[in-house]
């Protein structure tokens, strides 16, 4: 399967990007999907999960409130709409897939090596 995360740019403070993870060669709507990001010289940081229903989501807590993942199946697509963008925000964000299908409740979805798939990643830069 190959993810193509794309919606990436340049944005000022406060602004909005929605990035959006299309996959291909395979159907994604049996995976958990999750959003990752990272920044220069940083290890790479969880984002946001949504599960394969689309049902369920997590997010970090640093995007909580201003960020929103979302899935069309139908489309094999996953969506990230980021608001009230901040510095902090500036990374280079990936999507993942995962087929592992249990709740969210133990925070599985925050460790990279949980996701079999990975996108390129799409560069997202907010200038102050």
């Known amino acids: 399967v190959q993810l193509q995360a794309s919606g990436g740019g340049l944005v000022q403070a406060g602004g909005s990007l929605r990035l959006s993870c299309t996959a291909s060669?395979?159907?994604?709507?049996?995976?958990?999907m999750g959003w990752f990001r990272q920044a220069p010289g940083k290890e790479r940081q969880f984002v946001a999960h949504i599960n394969w229903t689309g049902g369920n989501t997590a997010y970090a807590d640093s995007v909580k409130g201003r960020f929103t993942i979302s899935r069309d199946n139908f489309k094999n697509t996953v969506y990230l709409q980021m608001n009230s963008l901040q510095s902090e925000d500036t990374a280079l964000y990936y999507c993942?897939?995962?087929?592992?299908?249990?709740?969210?409740?133990?925070?599985?979805?925050?460790?990279?090596?949980?996701?079999?798939?990975w996108g390129q990643g799409t560069l997202v830069t907010v200038s102050s």
């Open positions: 060669g395979r159907t994604i709507s049996n995976d958990g």
């Open positions: 993942a897939a995962s087929t592992k299908r249990v709740p969210l409740g133990s925070r599985w979805y925050a460790q990279p090596n949980e996701y079999l798939y």
